[in-house]
Structure formats: structure tokens, C-alpha cells
């Protein structure tokens, strides 16, 4: 099969790899019908994170069942499957509890920019859709594995509930999602921080009722005046540096809370800061498995959208562009077919 390989900052190939195979009895091997290049993708290729050896990449991914090991009875060969990119039994008490993302056997994917993903723990990760989708809602199913679940997580964890005031920090596809989120979950007012002006539309489009384009010192300040100075009842982080981080603990009122998404770089947190603020602080690897099956739903009702997030379809043999495209910001979210 084909698959994408990282090999330095900035150099990732399309190369010919060792078909999968199945490896445990909980296993499943699944033919990719999208793929997708994630923000956080963009980390080692702009260096941020060692890479080490050369090595694939990808962890987002929907697909049809080939073939599936002896002790996985909840999909077949031949189903259209959406998955997580962390991996989960669904049965431990992790699972049980809601989180996961945190299951005692989790493995995160990490080989699904190919034409072919074997999948551990397939029997509590792959849920199975009733048809396969029509190909218009392909974009979407694919984004519930991982952006709109994340975005979703970022919005649980903030406690947005109906009535309330959310920021949204950061206008990558999670943010996006996250701005989905905040809506079905009832904010009144969804406050968006943004400098880009194609994000800051589809951000209004998704349901965000005011843009701030101001960074730092001065988008906090800018939150304060729409607050009547008193900060936000939520705040979804959705960056993952000390400068979103910041702003978003300091754009929350007190009692209000931050659910922080993005993968943290050099984030650091003032604990007397922290107590003093009266603000809550929840995030982690989003325990996307907990939400499939309702996001699902959502996205095969037509209620929400999220595939609008992917502003960018490239064939898979084109997966460098979808990186550099990227970083670049050229494109919010790089769609990948086979």
C-alpha cells in the first residue's frame, strides 16, 4: 500500500509501506475512505517536536472494514467505520467512567495517511454507521473522529451551558468545532478570536456571534468590554501555547471555566494565579469515543456541518501539499482521498 512518512521538519513523503496486517484478536484492518493532515500534524514538521526516525503519520480516519480479528463482534467486513484517533477497549473502568481517551489499553494512531489502517482495540473504537454515507457528508463523519469530537470536548469540559457566554480561542478546525459546540449546546453568545477573515466567516457561519481579532493583553482587554468587564462563563482553548493559554484564563470570570484542547508547548500555569482567579481548568486528549455515536447522528441528520472545516480535498499522493498548505495557512484542514 501507499502512505505518507515523516522523515525531517518539512519533509514528508508518499511512499510505498508494508501492507497491514492483523496483529491481536481485538484488531481490525480497515480500507481509508478519507484521511486528513491535523493542526497538530504541524508540530514536528515545523520542528516543534522531535521526530526521530522516519516514521508514518496520520491518526483521523473513516473507512470500510476488511477484515477483523477473532474477538471483535461489534463490526464487520465490509461496514463504513468511524474511529478515534486514541484507541479504546471501551470496557475498562476508564471507559466506563466516560474517559477513552484515557483507557488502560489505549494506543494513539498514528499510521492513518495510507490507503490501508490496521486498528487496535477495534472492537470498543470503530463504530459502525446503519449505510454507508452519501459522499457529501463524508468531510463531516471524517471530522467527528477527531476535530469536531475535539472541539466538542474543549466545550463539555468548559461547562457551556444554554444561556451562557463562550470565547473560542484559536481558529483552526478545532476551534471551528468548537464554535459548532458552544452552539448546540445553547451559549447565547459565542465569541470568536481570530485575525484570518475566510475563518472569521465560516466561524460566524457555524453560530459565533461576535469576532475578536485582537491578541495578547489587547484581545483580553476586548473580551473584558463585551463582558461588561467581568470575563467569560467559558473559554475553549483550542491552541495549545502560553500565549492562548493566557489569554484564555484571563478572558474567564471568576467561577467560569477553561476547557483546554490544544496539545500544550511550553505552557506553563501560575498556581497562586490559578487559586487566586477562581477559574476552573479541564482538558486532556478528548475522550472522542464517549461522543461518536451522538455526533454521528448530528452530522448524518443534517444538524451540523463540520467537514465545512476542510477547505482543502487533495488526492492522498498529494499529502506534502496538504502540509505545506498547511503551514502556510493556505487551507484550514487538508482532505486527503485515496
Not at 476488511?66 to 484517533?85: C, H, I, K, L, W
Not at 444554554?162 to 447565547?188: F, M
Not at 491578541?215 to 467559558?234: N, P, W
Request: charged share 20%; net charge negative; hydrophobic share 40%.
Amino acid at each position: 500500500m501507499r502512505g505518507a512518512v515523516i522523515y525531517a521538519p518539512g519533509d514528508v513523503r508518499f511512499e510505498n509501506l508494508d501492507d497491514p496486517k492483523i496483529l491481536q484478536s481485538t484488531d481490525a484492518v480497515i480500507r481509508t475512505v478519507a484521511t486528513c493532515v491535523c493542526g497538530s500534524d504541524l508540530w514536528p514538521y515545523r520542528g516543534a517536536e522531535p521526530i526521530g526516525d522516519p516514521h508514518p503519520m496520520g491518526h483521523e480516519y473513516v473507512g470500510i472494514v476488511e477484515e477483523v480479528g477473532n474477538e471483535v463482534a461489534n463490526v464487520r467486513p465490509g461496514q463504513f467505520v468511524v474511529g478515534s484517533f486514541a484507541t479504546s477497549d471501551n470496557s475498562c473502568v476508564n471507559c466506563r467512567n466516560g474517559w477513552q481517551s484515557s483507557c488502560l489499553h489505549r494506543e494513539f494512531m498514528s499510521t492513518c495517511q495510507a490507503d490501508y489502517v490496521r486498528i487496535p482495540n477495534a472492537h470498543g473504537t470503530l463504530v459502525a454507521t446503519d449505510e454507508h454515507p452519501d459522499a457529501e457528508f463524508v468531510p463531516s463523519v471524517l471530522a467527528v473522529s477527531d476535530v469536531m469530537g475535539t472541539g466538542w470536548f474543549a466545550a463539555i469540559a468548559a461547562e457551556v451551558k444554554p444561556g451562557s457566554t463562550a470565547v473560542v480561542v484559536g481558529d483552526g478546525a478545532v476551534g471551528l468545532c468548537g464554535v459548532i459546540a458552544a452552539k448546540e449546546l445553547g451559549a447565547e453568545r459565542i465569541i470568536v478570536m481570530s485575525r484570518h477573515e475566510s475563518r472569521q466567516q465560516l466561524a460566524l457561519e457555524f453560530g459565533a456571534t461576535d469576532v475578536v481579532s485582537e491578541r495578547g493583553d489587547d484581545g483580553i482587554a476586548r473580551v473584558k468590554d463585551l463582558t461588561e468587564g467581568i470575563g467569560a462563563d467559558s473559554v475553549l482553548e483550542c491552541v495549545g501555547t502560553a500565549e492562548s493559554m493566557r489569554q484564555a484564563l484571563h478572558s474567564t470570570r471568576p467561577g467560569g471555566n477553561v476547557g483546554f484542547v490544544g496539545v500544550p508547548h511550553e505552557v506553563a500555569v501560575d498556581g497562586q494565579e490559578l487559586f487566586f482567579s477562581h477559574v476552573g481548568l479541564r482538558g486532556g486528549p478528548a475522550p472522542v469515543r464517549r461522543y461518536l455515536p451522538d455526533l454521528i447522528d448530528r452530522v448524518l441528520s443534517g444538524r451540523i456541518n463540520p467537514g465545512k472545516v476542510f477547505d482543502l480535498t487533495l488526492p492522498l499522493e498529494q499529502v506534502a501539499e496538504g502540509y505545506k498548505a498547511m503551514d502556510e495557512r493556505r487551507a484550514i484542514k487538508a482532505l486527503l482521498k485515496p
